[in-house]
């Protein structure tokens, strides 16, 4: 059968097919396809649905779409990794205008105050995490972690990482899957009752070929980790870094890691300005303090402030452009691409909105609100509002295991009842045996608080 040829998609030609096969020494393009297994490949013809008219398309889209409940319909109090903050409206405002919404690449000359703009918010969160450089946003805070550990290994020439065992899964899965199988991995333990790593193992696993130790504070399960100073020391006695992710918002009321010894922070910059949009509107940052075997580390794009081509006149452009892949191309340290700038200038905005004296007064509402939660729900009978016995921040473990229902079940019905509940640790934590994840930020009422711990109480009594 003749092969047709689509005025659409590229190369279909069949003599400018053979012309680039013979090139790459390829006999077919199916030689192309040999690495994937045979059980992974299709066999016979793909069966596509009917072509749609362009309405007919916006139907289906749409059918699809609103089969989905958001939190705009329900009240939500799950976290675990996107979390629900108000988002001010000049954020979205700035976001959208056409010279930063598609902005996809370029330079200053067809880009006006793209690279100002991240200027503006690399120096922001500078600030906020008390570091001196900042980079144009990774895609999420797996990333960034990631990346962070292999700029540590880089630097230390050491092959073997410490995770917290706290550390959010899927992201403890990213960071491996990153490393591997160029780094090794252990795990350290924790306190299960008060959530706070265990330094005895940690000093156990601590050899001279350990690069760098990641926890994050606050935590994945919501307790604010005190130790920061003792793992510093025990840590800079075997030379190794220490990567600490962090919250961005908790830094109002919060001391940032760099003031209890870490040597590279990352974290995600969602909370501050970016809408969940069913968990998009992740990006991740990374700080350091200024110095130059770190920032000849970053495989991302660093804007500062640099001389133009006329003597006293300063511009915004690159800092250490020849250590990017960009410019190393295949030889780079890591592959990174435009990754997710835009988010990074609307964080700029949120934090230039709401300056240092803002952001303390959210970090504040949310504390107190997460408190007010806790204390209400230990009023209920055979539930514990809080598993942990540290600090927390805005996240924190609610104990189902003495109510005699799954964490499943109880989601299930609050969900009757329009409400998002906790994620269940059952299956990531089962030393917690039926407890849910719960998050509370400045987005909730004392009614909504109220609310939720009315339905908990009847759920559980009836």
Not at 267 to 285: E, I, K, T, V, Y
Request: proline share 5%; net charge negative; hydrophobic share 40%.
């Amino acid at each position: 059968m003749a092969q047709k040829v689509h005025p659409y998609i590229p190369n279909m030609v069949p003599e400018v097919q053979a012309e680039m096969l013979k090139i790459i020494g390829a006999d077919s393009i199916m030689e192309l396809y040999s690495c994937i297994p045979e059980e992974l490949q299709l066999k016979g013809e793909l069966k596509l649905p009917p072509a749609l008219t362009e309405y007919e398309l916006r139907r289906h889209i749409e059918g699809i779409l609103n089969k989905n409940t958001s939190t705009k319909e329900y009240l939500n109090f799950l976290g675990a990794g996107c979390w629900q903050h108000f988002v001010p409206a000049v954020c979205d405002e700035i976001n959208q205008r056409s010279e930063f919404l598609t902005a996809y690449a370029g330079e200053p000359y067809e880009d006006h105050g793209r690279f100002q703009a991240l200027f503006e918010y690399q120096s922001l969160v500078a600030e906020l995490v008390d570091m001196d450089v900042v980079n144009v946003p990774t895609f999420d805070w797996g990333q960034a972690a990631a990346t962070s550990i292999r700029m540590a290994a880089r630097i230390t020439g050491r092959k073997k990482v410490l995770l917290a065992k706290t550390v959010a899964p899927e992201r403890s899965k990213i960071i491996v899957n990153y490393g591997t199988p160029e780094l090794e991995f252990e795990f350290v333990q924790f306190d299960t009752k008060s959530g706070a790593l265990d330094l005895s193992d940690l000093n156990a696993k601590l050899t001279d070929e350990v690069a760098a130790l990641y926890f994050e504070n606050p935590s994945y399960l919501g307790f604010i980790e005190a130790q920061g100073s003792e793992i510093s020391t025990l840590l800079k006695e075997n030379q190794t870094l220490m990567v600490v992710g962090v919250d961005p918002i908790s830094l109002g009321v919060l001391a940032p890691p760099s003031h209890y010894g870490a040597d590279i922070v990352c974290g995600d910059l969602q909370p501050l300005g970016m809408h969940m949009n069913f968990s998009g509107g992740q990006a991740g940052f990374i700080a350091t303090h200024n110095d130059v075997k770190f920032v000849n580390e970053y495989p991302s794009r660093l804007f500062g402030i640099v001389p133009t081509v006329k003597e006293g006149e300063y511009g915004f452009g690159d800092v250490a452009y020849d250590r990017t892949s960009f410019a190393l191309r295949e030889k780079g340290k890591e592959s990174v691409g435009t990754q997710t700038a835009l988010w990074g200038i609307t964080a700029g905005v949120y934090l230039a909105l709401l300056g240092p004296y803002g952001i303390q007064e959210v970090g504040q509402t949310i504390m107190q609100n997460s408190q007010y939660a806790v204390q209400q729900l230990n009023q209920i009978p055979s539930l514990s509002g809080s598993r942990l016995d540290s600090p927390f921040f805005k996240e924190f473990i609610v104990d189902f295991n003495q109510t005699g229902v799954t964490v499943e079940e109880i989601n299930q019905r609050l969900v009757d009842r329009k409400i998002f509940g906790g994620k269940d640790l059952s299956k990531e934590f089962p030393v917690f045996g039926q407890s849910a994840l719960f998050c509370v930020t400045e987005v909730h009422t004392k009614e909504d608080i109220d609310f939720l711990v009315q339905s908990l109480n009847e759920i559980l009594t009836k």
